[in-house]
């Protein structure tokens, strides 16, 4: 779950077009996925996770965004065709549309399997 949380906080405004202008301007940390790693691993986020949740946790949450370490289904959560994104947009989308199609249980999904 940190993980879904935290996937995308190195996105600027905009979302990826203003990686597009990072580039053009040369600014250092262009890509969004290479901001989040260094923000997850080395900033505040860093610090709440190592020290609320367990020494190390910080660098476990960026292997998974990264893909990196041990593959699991909850990375597909994170990043895949059925992320996080993903099933955000479609909630989003279907309340404000009124659609009745692409309902997800997200309490069945999130549901922690022993």
């Given amino acids: 779950m ?8 190195g996105h600027g405004p905009f979302s ?4 597009t202008v990072r580039k053009r301007l040369g600014l250092k940390l262009a890509d969004h996925e290479v901001m989040s790693d260094e923000l997850i691993r080395n ?9 609320d949740v367990s020494l190390g ?9 990264k893909k990196e370490g041990q593959i699991t289904l909850h990375n597909s ?3 895949s065709q ?8 479609m909630q989003r989308d279907r309340l404000m549309t009124g659609s009745k199609h692409s309902a997800i249980d997200l309490t069945w ?6």
């Fill in 2 to 9: 940190a993980a879904a949380l935290v996937h995308d906080v």
């Fill in 43 to 51: 900033g505040e986020i860093a610090e709440i996770l190592n020290t």
């Fill in 16 to 19: 990826h077009a203003f990686e």
């Fill in 82 to 89: 059925f992320d996080t994104d993903r099933l955000d947009y």
């Fill in 57 to 65: 946790f910080a660098s476990n949450v960026a292997n998974m965004i």
């Fill in 109 to 114: 999904l999130l549901k922690p399997t022993y």
């Fill in 77 to 79: 959560v994170v990043s």
